[in-house]
C-alpha cells in the first residue's frame, strides 16, 4: 500500500502532476491516517476465533446446562446488548451506522430466539402470531426509533406481515379445543392492518432524525398494500368458481373493510407526508381500494380481472411519475407488460398447441417487452432524490 | 433528561422487562394443574429435523374403534380419575361439563423436547413393540398439556399395542422377521 503510494507520488511529482510540497503534504497526511489494516486482521481472526469457541463449547455442552441457567445468560445478553445500544448507540454510530444497526440486529434475533427457547424449556408451544406480535410490541419502538437500514425496516415489516397470516390461517380455539378459522371479515381486516405501516412511517418521519427510517417503512407498507391489491386481482378467477357461488373472502363484507383500512392508510399517508410523493402515495393507496371494492364484481371473468390488475399498476406508474419514483415507474411498467403476457395465454388456451400460435405470442411478447422497455425509458422520472 | 433520551431509555428498557416478564408468567403457568399418566406412541419416525425432541402421540385409555382396538382421538377429550390415574377418558362434546378438560391442540401428537441423546433413546424405545411408553404431563387448567417426561416398562401380554390390536382385529399374520441364522438358504 505504501510502496505504491510512493511509487505513484513519485511518478506524479515527476510528471508534473503535483510539485514536492504537496507530495510532501501527502504523505504526512497519510503517515497521520494511516490505519493498520494488517493489525486489524489479526485482531479480527482472533475475536472469530474466540467467538466461535464459545459457541461451540455452549452448543457441545447445551443439553448438560440447566435450562434456567441457559434462560438467565440468554436474557443477560439481552441486558448487555441493550445496554451496549443504551450507553454507545450515538458514538457507534458516528463511526459507522453499521455498527449500530449490526447491534440493533442482535438485540432483534436474541429477542425473537428467547421465545424459542422458552418454549423449548418449558415444553409449551403457541401459535406463530403471539411470539410475533409480542416481539414486535417490545422491540417495534426500539428498531423504529434507532434502525436506519432497509434490513430493519423489512424486519418489522415481514414481523407484521408474518403475524398477520398466521393468525388469519387459524389456530385451535382455547375453550372447545378444535381447529378454527376467523372469520372471512376477520381475515380481511387483520391481512390488511400491516399496510398501515405506510401511514407509521409518514408519521414518523415527522420526528427528527427519523425521515429516512420513516420513508423506509411508508415504502414497505405501500409495497404490501399493493401487492394485496394484486393478489386480489389475481385470486379473483382462480379460487373464484366454488360449490356455493363464490368465495366468502370476496363478499362485500370482507372487501369493504379491506377498502376501509386502505382508505384509513391513504389518509393518513395524505395528512401527514404532504410532498409530492406523499400525494402520489396516497392515491396509490385509494386507488388500491377502488380495485379491491371492484375485484368483487370481477370474480370468475378473466377480462375484468386482468384490466384491474392492469389498472393499478398503471396507476402505480401515474403516480410514480408524479412522486418521482424512477424504480418503482419501472417495476410498474414490467408488472402491466407481465400481466398482458400472461392475458394472452390465458385468453388462448391453445396458443402454444400450434406452431402458428406459438410464433404470435412470441411476437407479441417481444413487442409487449419491447413498449415497456420504451416506456420505462422515456418516461420514468429522474432518480429519486431522498425525501 | 431531554424527552428523546427518555424515549430512549424506554425503548431499551421495554423489550428487557417485557422477556423478563414473560419468562416469569411462563415459569407461573408452568406449575398450574395436575400431573397424570398416559400411554403414548411414537408419532412420524421420519421426521428429518428431529433431534431434540421427541413427537409422542397419546393413546387415550378408553378410546377404542368399533372392534374394540385403542384408537387415536383428534377430538378434544375429556378425562376422569385421581391423578396422576386416569380412570376414564370420553370425548367431548361442546357444552359437555368437565373437569379435567385437554384441548384438541393437546390431542394433537405432541412435542417432547428432550437432550439429543435421551431423544434419540425415547425415539428407539418407543418403536420397540415389547415395550409401553408412559407420559407424565401437567394438565394446565386451560387445557394444555406439558409433557414432563416420557418412561418405559415391559409391554404386559394383555395390553397389545395399537398396531398389534388392530392387525388381530383384521386376522393379518404379524410380518415374521427373516431368520438370520440361515435355515432357508437362498437357492
Known amino acids: ?387 | 433528561m431531554t424527552r428523546a433520551a427518555l424515549l430512549r431509555l424506554g425503548a431499551v428498557l421495554l423489550p428487557l422487562a417485557g422477556l423478563a416478564g414473560l419468562w416469569l408468567t411462563t415459569d407461573r403457568t408452568a406449575s398450574q394443574g395436575q400431573v397424570w399418566l398416559a400411554p403414548v406412541e411414537g408419532f412420524d419416525p421420519m421426521d428429518r429435523l428431529q433431534g431434540h425432541y421427541v413427537r409422542y402421540q397419546i393413546v387415550w385409555p378408553g378410546i377404542v374403534d368399533e372392534d374394540g382396538s385403542p384408537r387415536w382421538s383428534y377430538e378434544p377429550v375429556c378425562i376422569e380419575g385421581r391423578p396422576p390415574i386416569i380412570t376414564e377418558v370420553i370425548e367431548r362434546q361442546p357444552g359437555m361439563a368437565c373437569a379435567n378438560p385437554v384441548n384438541a391442540q393437546s390431542v394433537e401428537p405432541g412435542r417432547f423436547y428432550a437432550s439429543l441423546e435421551r431423544a434419540q433413546s425415547i425415539e428407539r424405545q418407543l418403536a420397540d413393540p415389547k415395550l409401553i411408553g408412559t407420559l407424565r404431563f401437567r394438565l394446565r387448567p386451560d387445557g394444555q398439556i406439558v409433557p414432563l417426561d416420557i418412561s418405559f416398562a415391559p409391554r404386559p401380554a394383555n395390553r397389545p399395542s395399537r398396531r398389534q390390536a388392530a392387525d388381530a382385529a383384521r386376522e393379518i399374520e404379524p410380518v415374521v422377521e427373516p431368520a438370520s441364522d440361515g435355515s432357508d438358504p437362498p437357492r
Open chain 1, 1 to 387: 500500500m505504501a510502496a505504491m503510494n510512493e511509487r505513484k507520488l513519485k511518478a506524479w511529482v515527476d510528471g508534473g502532476v503535483i510539485d514536492a510540497e504537496a507530495a510532501a503534504r501527502i504523505r504526512t497526511w497519510e503517515a497521520a491516517h494511516a490505519r493498520p489494516l494488517a493489525l486489524w486482521a489479526v485482531i479480527g481472526i482472533g475475536a472469530l476465533a474466540i467467538g466461535l469457541g464459545i459457541v461451540l463449547v455452549v452448543a457441545a455442552n447445551w443439553d448438560d446446562i440447566p435450562a434456567m441457567v441457559r434462560l438467565g445468560i440468554h436474557l443477560a445478553l439481552v441486558a448487555a446488548a441493550l445496554g451496549l445500544a443504551w450507553w454507545q448507540g450515538d458514538r457507534l454510530r458516528d463511526r459507522n451506522p453499521w455498527i449500530e444497526e449490526g447491534l440493533l440486529f442482535v438485540i432483534g434475533a436474541l429477542g425473537l430466539s428467547f421465545f424459542a427457547h422458552l418454549g423449548q424449556a418449558y415444553q409449551t408451544t403457541s401459535p406463530l402470531w403471539q411470539p410475533l406480535l409480542t416481539w414486535l410490541a417490545l422491540l417495534g419502538p426500539l428498531l423504529l426509533l434507532r434502525g436506519q437500514s432497509w434490513l430493519t425496516a423489512l424486519a418489522l415489516m415481514l414481523a407484521m406481515g408474518g403475524a398477520a397470516i398466521s393468525y388469519a390461517s387459524g389456530g385451535y380455539d382455547t375453550l372447545d379445543g378444535r381447529w378454527s378459522g376467523p372469520s372471512p371479515d376477520e381475515v380481511a381486516i387483520v391481512t390488511s392492518l400491516p399496510l398501515l405501516a405506510a401511514g407509521l412511517g409518514a408519521l414518523l418521519r415527522l420526528s427528527p432524525g427519523r425521515e429516512v427510517m420513516g420513508l423506509r417503512i411508508e415504502q414497505l407498507g405501500m409495497i404490501y398494500a399493493v401487492g394485496m391489491a394484486s393478489l386480489m386481482a389475481i385470486g379473483i378467477y382462480g379460487w373464484g368458481s366454488g360449490s356455493d357461488g363464490g368465495d366468502p373472502d370476496y363478499g362485500a363484507g370482507p372487501l369493504g373493510l379491506r377498502a376501509a383500512v386502505l382508505l384509513a392508510g391513504a389518509a393518513i399517508v395524505f395528512l401527514v407526508h404532504r410532498a409530492a410523493s406523499g400525494k402520489a402515495a396516497a392515491a396509490v393507496l385509494a386507488g388500491a381500494a377502488a380495485i379491491v371494492l371492484l375485484s368483487g364484481p370481477a370474480e370468475g371473468q378473466t377480462a375484468f380481472a386482468a384490466i384491474l390488475f392492469i389498472a393499478l399498476w398503471a396507476g402505480v406508474a401515474a403516480a410514480s411519475i408524479h412522486g418521482g419514483w424512477r424504480a418503482t415507474f419501472q417495476v410498474a411498467v414490467a408488472m402491466v407488460a407481465l400481466r398482458l403476457i400472461v392475458l394472452s395465454f390465458e385468453f388462448d388456451d391453445d396458443l402454444l398447441g400450434s406452431g402458428l400460435g406459438l410464433i404470435a405470442s412470441g411476437v407479441m411478447i417481444l413487442g409487449v417487452a419491447w413498449a415497456a422497455v420504451v416506456i420505462a425509458r422515456r418516461y420514468a422520472p429522474p432518480r429519486e432524490a431522498s425525501a
